[in-house]
Structure formats: structure tokens, C-alpha cells
């Protein structure tokens, strides 16, 4: 069964951050375009296959309901879902 991604109004901000940043750095669209979208694309696979990644040890307190993995230098965190993702 497919779960719901949501992307909270916090991660779009930071995504929008590292893009600028990115961009501010390279004066390039292509670099920061490849590297949001990978951020995008290594969380469908969560869809379908959300306990992939490991428990998220920097997360205090964790209730084991909270996983991590790095792209690019980037953490992502995340909640296992009822329903629905939360990034």
C-alpha cells in the first residue's frame, strides 16, 4: 500500500534555501536543480518502502517513529506514517 508524502512548510523553505545557496555558489541552475531533485525522487521510494533508512539517533526524544538518511550533505528526517508522510 502507497503512503501519502506531505512536505511541511519548514522543509519546502529549507529546500528553497539550499537552492539559492546552491545557486548563489555556481551561478548555475543545473547544479542545484540536480540536487533538489534528487532530494525529491530518494523520497518516493518511501511511498511503498518506508522503514528503508535507520532510526534517526539525532532526533531527541525518538520515538522510534523517526528515520534519516543524507543526499548531497543533507539529512532528511522523517516520521513513519499513520497515513501520511511528514517531512
Given amino acids: 500500500m502507497e503512503k501519502e508524502i506531505i512536505w511541511s512548510r519548514t522543509a519546502q523553505n529549507q529546500l528553497e534555501k539550499i537552492y539559492s545557496y546552491l545557486y548563489k ?3 548555475s541552475k543545473n547544479i542545484p536543480n540536480k540536487v533538489i531533485d ?3 525522487n530518494s523520497a518516493v521510494i518511501l511511498r511503498t518502502n518506508w522503514e528503508i533508512y535507520e532510526l534517526d539517533e539525532m532526533k531527541i526524544p525518538n520515538d522510534k517513529n523517526y528515520r534519516a ?3 548531497y550533505n543533507y539529512r532528511i528526517t522523517y516520521k513513519l506514517p499513520q497515513k501520511k508522510f511528514r517531512f
Avoid: H, L, N
Fill in 69 to 71: 538518511y543524507e543526499i
Fill in 38 to 40: 534528487s532530494i525529491y
Fill in 25 to 27: 555558489e555556481t551561478k
